[in-house]
Nanobody
């Protein structure tokens, strides 16, 4: 059974930082692309960031460029999302995803984690 487990969410003031983690178990995802998506109340789930299996390529939504950084540790089957300069509009449930490629992930394929809540107060 494939599992992706997110952690690191919480409540933070605007301008603060959080680091999310997503650990994979049950199947090695070391050769899979990984990504982060988020869903705010009343809104559709949206792409936030993605990283290739090697970690050599990263992709970001325009809304988070320059503030968020995604990285991975394949030895630990874990990816991270460092979120700096957080804004109230970053408030959402953040979901981790794994898929064979970044394109496949963005096309709707792959496995999801259960999500972690991030709340940014003004």
């Amino acid at each position: 059974q494939v599992q992706l487990v997110e952690s690191g969410g919480g409540l933070v003031q605007a301008g603060g930082s959080l680091r999310l983690s997503c650990a994979a178990s049950g199947r090695t995802f070391s050769t899979y692309a990984r990504g982060w998506f988020r869903q705010a109340p009343g809104k559709e789930r949206e792409f936030v960031a993605a990283i290739s299996w090697s970690g050599g390529a990263t992709y970001y939504a325009d809304s988070v460029k320059g503030r968020f950084t995604m990285s991975r540790d394949n030895g630990k089957n874990t990816v991270y999302l460092q979120m700096n300069s957080l804004k109230p509009e970053d408030t959402a449930v953040y979901y981790c995803k794994a898929a064979p490629t970044v394109q496949a992930m963005r096309d709707g394929f792959g496995s999801w984690g259960q999500g972690t809540q991030v709340t940014v107060s003004s």
